[in-house]
């Protein structure tokens, strides 16, 4: 073991980790964060998004020790109960889940794609979600949920 240092959702965060470990059993295992999901574990289904830097990345395949220094953003340091993200507003109101297994991934997703790109079209959401998997078919209401989250993010822009 090896001591990783880190900042995760804007808290330095150091702690003893095998050279071995991903970030996901990281985030979930040491510092129970329980929005990035194990999935697949092979970084094709999404539900481990985070962000590494500002760009969403599969936590599943990350080494930790690759992000040693860097800032992680999990969807816990996205918004919070009293003051969420639009993108996790737009979800609830767009009632865009119904496991809510990929929810994770679709939110840190589409929240990074209205960083980079703040009016997408439908298939530049399409394409940018379709990496994540979603096997409850709530794929209209997601595409729903990041336009509404669009739309509230360009008139607080505008405001």
Not at 56 to 70: E, F, M
Request: aromatic content about 4%.
């Amino acid at each position: 073991m090896s001591e990783l240092a880190l900042k995760v959702n804007g808290r330095d965060v150091a702690l003893p980790v095998p050279e071995a470990a991903s970030l996901l059993h990281v985030l979930r295992n040491d510092l129970g964060l329980n929005g990035p999901k194990y999935g697949c574990g092979l970084g094709q289904c999404g539900a481990c998004t985070v962000w590494v830097d500002g760009v969403a990345a599969r936590a599943c395949v990350i080494p930790a020790h690759g992000v040693a220094g860097r800032s992680v953003t999990t969807l816990e340091g996205l918004g919070t109960r009293e003051n969420w993200h639009p993108v996790q507003q737009a979800f609830e109101q767009a009632q865009a889940a119904q496991c809510g297994y990929c929810l994770n991934g679709m939110v840190m997703q589409a929240a990074a794609l209205l960083a980079r790109d703040p009016h997408p079209g439908d298939e530049r959401i399409r394409a940018e979600l379709s990496g994540n998997l979603c096997r409850c078919g709530t794929h209209v209401e997601i595409l729903d949920a990041v336009r509404r989250a669009a739309a509230a993010m360009a008139k607080d822009a505008a405001s």
